[in-house]
């Protein structure tokens, strides 16, 4: 499959990062390069450079679309890298991110470096996380809890928002942990699963008075077919209603 897809829109990504995208993409290569060495993940592929623009443009496309919404403050829950809060800084928005790894918290910084950006990163574990400042807008992309088997990341992310009234934007996870198996090109599966999530996530968020908005994050072409590879809910909460 990677090798019918033929092309990824990165017009976002080029928009906020201008000259620094390539920086973006080369960084991003060497990360996951890193990372897999790291994990002894020797049967995984080397990252294709279309596999990054995916990754990037869709994080980009996040931050871009809390980013239109103008928080006064965003925390990125379970970051990784923390591309959606690297957009929202470069965009001129004020907030933090935090992983429990690390490593990746590391990377983050170096990335921020490299980017010649300011970012709050700190290393928390999200089970005693909840904003410390009032009107936060909660980006959660892609979480999965380290303990997969036992948690829900996802569930404790959408506790969190509504209990606080939080506004949110969260791209829900594509991995099948029951097949152990990335399903990032198993399209129907993909599709059924984070569709099936985002109307689940949006319902239960109206019914606590939110708004909600679910984007198709990137289409990119797979061959003759146009595909549509991630989904995001963005809730809203108005203040009369908080
Ligand atoms: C699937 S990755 C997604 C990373 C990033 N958001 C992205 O989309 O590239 C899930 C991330 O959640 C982090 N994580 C797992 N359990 C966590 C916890 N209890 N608290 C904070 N972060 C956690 C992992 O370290 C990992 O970086």
């Known amino acids: ?35 897999k060495k790291a994990n002894s993940l020797d049967g995984t592929p080397e990252m294709d450079r279309i596999l990054v623009e995916l990754e990037i443009e869709s994080s980009v496309r996040l931050g871009y679309l809390v980013a239109e919404r103008k928080p006064s403050f965003y925390t990125e829950v379970g970051c990784g890298l923390g591309i959606p809060s690297l957009t929202l800084a470069k965009l001129g928005f004020d907030g933090a991110a935090f992983d429990i790894n690390p490593n990746l918290i590391n990377f983050g910084k170096r990335l921020a470096r490299e980017l010649r950006l300011f970012m709050r990163y700190t290393v928390v574990d999200a089970d005693y996380w909840t904003p410390s400042v009032p009107d936060t807008f909660i980006i959660a992309e892609k979480p999965r809890h380290k303990n997969d088997e036992t948690q829900d990341m996802e569930k404790r992310v959408l506790d969190i928002a509504i209990g606080g009234g939080y506004s949110l934007a ?55 077919l146009d595909v549509v590879f991630f989904q995001a809910v963005i809730a809203e909460k108005s203040k009369d209603v908080r």
């Open 1 to 35: 499959m990677v090798e019918n897809l033929v092309k990824v829109d990165m017009s976002v990504t080029k928009y906020v990062f201008g000259d620094y995208t390539e920086a973006l993409l080369d960084f991003y290569i060497a990360y996951f390069n890193e990372i």
């Open 170 to 224: 969260m791209v829900p996870y594509l991995w099948d942990s029951e097949r152990g198996d990335n399903l990032i090109f198993s399209r129907t599966v993909l599709y059924k699963s984070v569709v099936e999530k985002c109307r689940l996530y949006s319902s239960r968020l109206e019914q606590h008075g939110y708004k909600t908005h679910t984007f198709d994050m990137l289409p990119v072409t797979v061959g003759s």
